[in-house]
């Protein structure tokens, strides 16, 4: 779900919610329908009653001190009886994905997939791939955010997705990849996981051409 569905599906219920207490409630508003001191601010929504007059608008973190919010708030606590409710919607964050941080840099990367070939060439498959998958996701993520797809905290899987459906990467490394996640992420777990040799070999030559290519 998009930020601009999440706060659409926010905006909705509110509006409900105001209805239910029984004020009227307009949605992103025209001018001609509010007073003249919100007409700069197209408002998400304006809800009146005889003893209350509410503007909320839905943001997500980074906006909350923008200029525009600043200039909005000011506007309303200068009209009496009207008053400003701030509602902060942000996209889900992964629960594998880490609230801070920054991605691995390209010579660490370059590090953790030697390390794994040295594995995979000694033929312990499961800390091979653990250690190239470490570097896989910061290879993807680094990959996604160069062609403007949105990877700062999605999960490895809907990354993937975007990848592929954005023609990254090609139907064949999207099932590798897929394959080899699904094995990291049981093995990781504690749960009896296999994957082929063969898989693996192609996992760590496919995300080599990936990291090898230039930037978008």
């Known amino acids: 779900m998009t930020q601009a569905d999440l706060e659409n599906a926010k905006l909705e219920l509110l509006a409900s919610e105001y209805r239910r207490k029984g004020y009227d409630v307009a949605v992103r508003p025209r001018e001609n329908h509010i007073p003249a001191f919100l007409r700069p601010f197209q408002p998400d929504l304006v809800a009146t009653s005889d003893g209350d007059s509410v ?12 200029e525009s919010i600043v200039k909005l ?15 902060v919607v942000n996209p889900p964050v992964a629960h594998e994905v880490p609230p801070h941080g920054a991605l691995a ?18 033929r312990r498959y499961e800390p091979a791939v653990l250690m190239a998958w470490s570097a896989a996701e910061a290879i993807f993520r680094r990959i996604a955010q160069a062609n403007g797809i949105e990877a700062e905290r999605k999960s490895s899987a809907s ?3 975007q990848l ?16 080899t996640m699904e094995f990291r992420n049981a093995f990781a777990h504690g749960f009896t996981a296999s994957v082929a040799p063969e898989t693996i070999d192609r996992f760590m ?7 090898s290519r230039p930037a978008a």
Do not use: H, M, N, T
């Open 55 to 66: 503007v909320v608008e839905i943001k997500s973190s980074p906006e909350l001190a923008s």
């Open 73 to 87: 708030a000011e506007a309303i606590e200068a009209q009496p009886g009207w008053r400003l409710e701030l509602v």
């Open 105 to 122: 840099a390209d010579d660490r990367v370059e590090s953790i997939l030697r390390e794994a070939q040295a594995l995979y060439r000694e």
């Open 159 to 161: 990354v993937l997705k």
């Open 164 to 179: 592929y459906a954005s023609g990254v990467i090609d139907e064949d490394q999207y099932d590798v990849f897929s394959r």
């Open 205 to 211: 030559q496919d995300v080599a051409e990936l990291k």
